[in-house]
């Protein structure tokens, strides 16, 4: 198989409507297979970065996903293919049911019925709630809406998972839940956070960005143990936790 | 916090809950308007209307506590039309009250208004508690509603308690702050904790868009439709249009 990285982005510029300037030349290089955590204080544009990964936002600059570059006419295949999991996750489930949301996404994919409940099936079984298909998403603990909205993008099967906060406001046993969950899936993922030691374990390489640009990109124990980076980009270990290199 | 659902009971299983949404749709529709239409003096017409709802309750299961909690919401229109009672035009004898002269023509007006809200706002409930709220909407596109329409009521469905709770949240840091809203300038608050909510509300309608897009929406929703139109179906729609039709016929 031939190789080619699932993120490549170059020099990406972008600016929001009213003037705020986010994004001021990022490049970001991300292999198949890594699973690479994203940190930095608020508003160094780490969400603004997210949303250009399927085209929902466009900027200046060159972003290839899987070697499709993002435009128009791939956005429909990238979107199958990159999978984004917003912070919030009443954002996230929209739909009456729960059933409803996570077959969403395919049924834009156009799949038949029976391709449908299958994927439905398949990842709601994947993240734990199977049987919870009819309920009104209103009615889950939060716990249960993180790992649900997670299944609305494992039923359109991507390749790429892209996790925008996936560990806040959930309770300890959710969180361990939940990361146990995330080293389960063997895809390539992003995890934009400000949960350090949640990067520690679930990521090998971070990428610190501070004022629109990627200002450090590394092996996950070398930079967050590096105090310089971290106090120049407003970033801090967890008092009383202390860094260990990975084993294996 | 938790809320009771428009569609609460609506997952029971009987022979009302089986049968298809359009079906339900159509008949207590029919129902209604032959109600609201029907003279008020035709009192037959109105026990038949309800005795057909009273057997549909017991038919489909529901707990009687909760057809009957529901069946309030019509009170205090009822309440309102009794409380202008005195001020009606005189006319079909009068009656004292105490003080109180209300004439025979106001009474009629009342009861006209008691008996057609009760018996619709049955209707609404029997059809709201026995069928899901999604395959109501499923139901409505069926039947060529406007999309935008079943869309908003789909996001109402899905958000309007999250807005509620936004707002019970947003009360209780304001009454932490010592606010007792006794003056006319406390107001104010009122006002921006509104305009707040508005704000945090088409937030959520962008983001809500984003998390649409990013699972390639493209302006369509599809959806999948499990019922049938049979003789069940057949049946219950002629049973609750022609029923009341027939009954009223008689009745005048």
Redesign the interface.
């Known amino acids: 198989m031939h190789h080619r990285p699932a993120v490549e982005i170059r020099d990406l510029h972008y600016a929001y409507p009213d003037g705020t300037v986010a994004l001021r030349g990022v490049n970001l290089l991300v292999e198949e297979g890594e699973s690479v955590g994203i940190v930095g204080p608020n508003g160094a544009g780490k969400s603004t970065l997210l ?1 250009h990964l ?1 085209g ?1 936002l466009t900027g200046r600059g060159e972003i290839r996903i899987f070697g499709l570059p993002v435009e128009k006419k791939n956005l ?1 295949e990238i ?2 293919r ?1 999978g ?1 999991v ?1 912070q ?1 996750p ?8 729960v059933y ?1 949301d996570v077959a ?2 395919p ?3 156009g799949l038949s ?1 029976q391709e ?1 409940a299958a994927a439905v099936d398949r990842a709601l079984r994947e993240v734990g709630l199977a049987g919870l298909e ?1 309920r ?3 009615h889950l603990s939060f716990g249960q809406k993180k790992r649900a909205a997670i299944a ?2 494992l039923s ?1 099967n991507p390749d790429l998972l892209v996790l925008d906060e996936p560990s806040s406001n959930l309770d300890p046993r959710a969180r361990r839940e939940f990361s146990e969950l995330l080293q389960g899936m063997r895809i390539t993922k992003i995890v934009v956070t400000h949960d350090l030691p949640f990067v520690f374990e679930n990521c090998e390489r971070v990428v610190v960005m501070d004022g629109g640009k990627v200002v450090a990109d590394g092996e996950v124990f070398s930079i967050l143990s590096d105090e310089e980076i971290l106090k120049a980009h407003g970033l801090e270990l967890p008092y009383g936790f202390y860094p260990a290199p990975r084993r294996g | 916090m938790k809320h009771a659902f428009l569609d609460q009971y609506s997952d029971l299983d009987s022979p009302l809950h089986r049968l298809d949404p359009r079906a339900k749709l159509v008949g207590f529709l029919a129902l209604i308007v032959v109600c609201v239409t029907t003279p008020p003096n035709l009192y037959p017409a109105f026990a038949a209307y309800l005795g057909l709802e009273l057997a549909l309750v017991t038919l489909s299961r529901l707990p009687w506590r909760h057809v009957l909690k529901r069946a309030l919401v019509a009170l205090p229109f009822i309440l309102v039309v009794a409380a202008f009672l005195p001020f009606f035009r005189k006319g079909g004898g009068s009656y004292n009250l105490g003080p109180i002269s209300l004439s025979g023509h106001g009474l009629q007006v009342l009861w006209n208004v008691a008996a057609k809200s009760t018996i619709s706002v049955l209707a609404v409930i029997l059809l709201s508690s026995t069928t899901p709220f999604p395959d109501l909407l499923r139901a409505m596109e069926k039947m060529r509603a406007p999309r935008i329409l079943t869309a908003i009521l789909s996001f109402t469905y899905r958000y309007i308690f999250v807005i509620v709770d936004e707002m019970q949240r947003m009360r209780r840091a304001r009454d932490s702050r010592g606010w007792r809203g006794r003056w006319l300038w406390e107001a104010r608050v009122i006002g921006h904790m509104i305009a707040s909510l508005f704000l945090r509300s088409y937030e959520r309608g962008e983001r809500v868009y984003a998390a649409m897009l990013a699972r390639g929406y493209q302006g369509e929703v599809h959806a999948f439709y499990d019922y049938g139109l049979g003789m069940a179906e057949a049946g219950f729609a002629a049973l609750a249009a022609l029923f009341p039709l027939a009954a009223r016929l008689l009745a005048g």
């Open positions: 949303l399927n929902i429909q979107r199958r990159v984004l917003f919030d009443d954002d996230q489930l929209f739909s009456p049911t409803d969403f996404g049924m834009n994919m019925r449908v009819k009104s998403a209103y609305t993008v359109m």
